[in-house]
């Protein structure tokens, strides 16, 4: 199906959750509103004649300045069965980052809540277990959003590290790995 | 004797056993250990020999570049994605390379979609050997990584000779690709192909009746094609599973539409069956090489489009405008893109490896995100490990074939 006939289908289905259909390059996003978004993606997955069988993707971006809604949920999805393609994006305002969740819709959704949560701070309701993935656990801020500084401040540093400086200084102690190798 | 007995209480063994408290036990594997092929941290919960619950903890090599490609322009960004699955450096270059085109609209030439296809074959065939020398090796048949990385070498040796790298290559380019091949490499990679489908034999010979092999790999690992499809896996893992999806099939990039190819699929979904996948893709793959070879038109290898673009250099020290493009390209890099954003998926060896990219019609990408194959495959290891035996997890985390560098970015 012409991923266009999905966005008019999606629109049919539920009108007051579209906001825009948009096409760049032969690829369709949708916007939506986010308090259905489980719905949608249900109806997205079990709809025969659409069967969005596949989460391709699923990602944060931050548009800091913007209006009304900061923050969007992108899905990328692709159904095996007919060859189509289509992208979904939630909207998110700044004072709430939150929606629900799509794992038990796709199992794949997992990680890749989790990594948004770790990256923008948005929460998924109903996850099964949200906690950072690929920074620390106790890493202060959302290194993604775009008012995230890319360089601290002069002689910043993560506080695990100072844990770390200790066990090298201990190992020292122990001449183990320093520069003097007992003889 | 009697005494002796009751001194070490032998003969109350069976009774006590019955009597004594089993516990489950929590291991750490990794981050450093051997056969996690990378920084990959396991905590297992095993009860006796079988895995209760099993909890993969990623991150330990997460170097930010999805933030740091905001920073940069979209020219500067390609060396950073060979540093992603650094296996198989060339098949990300290139999936960055055509999403990139897309956004921008560019047609590559057809020598270059060519030569693009024969490299990324050629990664393909490189990161598969080292996932069987490897897989191999942890499993416990040390020969056939010595016998792969023979192969490995002359294919390293190639792409040395093609561009100067052999792991990081940054070969191709957006609007085509860095330097033209000449009729001596490609008889070079021609004669390989030759040999190569011998070499393939032998590794079998070496390993697919081998018994210890076989009980080590069938029936471990199973994951069904519903849940396969439903945990977005990719690449030889579901095709494993017996689901016929392969990004060059069902969405066509290159000239993979041009030559004879089949999709090798699986139908138990075993660690055996995955090993079985791969395998065959290094017929495919070997194939492919030669097809494109024989076939390989002449004409340009760069796009003209000069405001994204390079201009050829003999113009460049003649003409002023060309000239005047040159510098602004390498001094500032592309000063606009077109607005919009973009999904492009390409079949890296791993799986599928995704670009989704937004421009804001700046040079450089708003949000760049990398979907890596390794990272939905590792989300899926609790799920192939609960349940089996704790050797096993070795023989499943060498089936997913993952690259640490591409699930943390």
């Given amino acids: 199906m012409e991923p266009l006939v999905i966005a008019e289908k999606l629109k049919e289905r539920f009108p007051q959750e579209v906001l825009d259909v948009a096409e760049f390059r032969g690829q369709v996003s949708v916007t939506i509103k986010k308090d259905r978004i489980k719905e949608i993606c249900r109806y997205l997955h079990d709809e025969p004649d659409i069967k969005m069988s596949y989460l391709s993707d699923l990602c944060g971006v931050d548009y800091l300045g913007r209006r009304g809604f900061r923050f969007e949920v992108v899905y990328n999805l692709y159904s095996l069965t007919h060859r189509h393609r289509i992208r979904v994006k939630a909207l998110l305002p700044e004072d709430d980052p939150s929606i629900n969740t799509v794992t038990d819709i796709w199992k794949g959704a997992n990680w890749h809540e989790r990594e948004t949560y770790d990256m923008f701070g948005i929460v998924f309701k109903g996850h099964p277990d949200l906690r950072r993935i690929l920074l620390p656990e106790d890493w202060e801020g959302f290194p993604l959003r775009k008012d995230y500084p890319v360089t601290g401040p002069e002689g910043w540093e993560w506080k695990g590290y100072e844990e770390v400086k200790k066990l090298h200084e201990h190992d020292r102690e122990w001449r183990i790995g320093g520069d003097e190798r007992p003889k | 004797m009697k005494d002796l007995n009751n001194k070490l209480n032998i003969s109350n063994i069976s009774s006590q056993k019955a009597r004594i408290a089993t516990r489950e036990l929590t291991i750490n594997m990794g981050p450093q250990h051997p056969a996690t092929h990378g920084v990959l941290r396991l905590v297992l919960e095993i009860d006796g020999e079988t895995i209760v619950r099993c909890t993969p903890y990623v991150g330990y090599l997460h170097r930010g570049v999805e933030k740091h490609t905001e920073q940069l322009n979209y020219l500067q960004i390609i060396p950073h994605t060979d540093r992603l699955d650094y296996i198989s450096a060339m098949a990300n270059n290139i999936g960055y390379c055509i999403a990139v085109e ?18 990324a074959e050629m990664t393909r065939i490189l990161s598969h050997l080292l996932w069987l020398a490897t897989h191999a090796l942890d499993i416990g048949a040390m020969t056939v990584f010595l016998y792969c990385f023979r192969e490995r070498e002359k294919l390293q040796q190639l792409l040395e000779r093609l561009c100067g790298a052999r792991l990081t290559v940054s070969y191709p380019r957006i609007g085509g690709v860095k330097k033209d091949v000449d009729a001596q490499w490609l008889e070079g990679l021609y004669a390989f192909t030759e040999e190569f489908p011998m070499r393939i034999e032998q590794y079998e010979a070496l390993i697919d ?27 030889p893992v579901i ?11 069902f969405m066509p990039y290159g000239v993979y539409d041009k030559v004879r190819w089949e999709v090798p699929t699986g139908k138990n979904g075993d660690v055996y069956d995955r090993y079985r996948v791969r395998m065959e893709e290094f017929r495919q793959s070997n194939s492919i090489i030669r097809q494109c070879i024989e076939k390989i038109p002449s004409g340009p290898i760069m796009a003209d489009a000069p405001k994204f673009i390079l201009p ?28 919009g954003e973009i999904y492009v998926a390409t079949e890296a060896p791993k799986g599928e490896l995704g670009f989704y990219i937004v421009s804001d019609g700046t040079g450089k990408p708003y949000r760049l995100r990398i979907r890596p194959p390794s990272f939905v495959h590792i989300s899926a290891l609790p799920k192939l490990c609960e349940g089996s035996l704790v050797a096993d997890v070795i023989a499943n985390i060498g089936s997913i074939d993952i690259v640490m560098g591409e699930c943390d970015r």
């Fill in chain 2, 102 to 119: 897309r956004l921008f609209g560019i047609e590559v030439p057809e020598r270059a979609q060519y030569i693009r296809t024969i490299v």
């Fill in chain 2, 209 to 235: 009746k081998n018994r210890i092999w076989l009980r080590r790999t069938k029936g471990v690992g199973i994951i069904s094609p519903e849940e396969a499809i439903n945990m977005g896996l990719s690449g």
């Fill in chain 2, 312 to 339: 050829p250099k003999d113009t460049v020290l003649t003409n002023m405008e060309q000239l005047i493009h040159h510098f602004v390209l390498i001094t500032k890099g592309p000063q606009t893109a077109p607005e």
């Fill in chain 2, 239 to 249: 095709r494993g599973s017996g689901i016929p999806y392969d990004v060059r099939r």
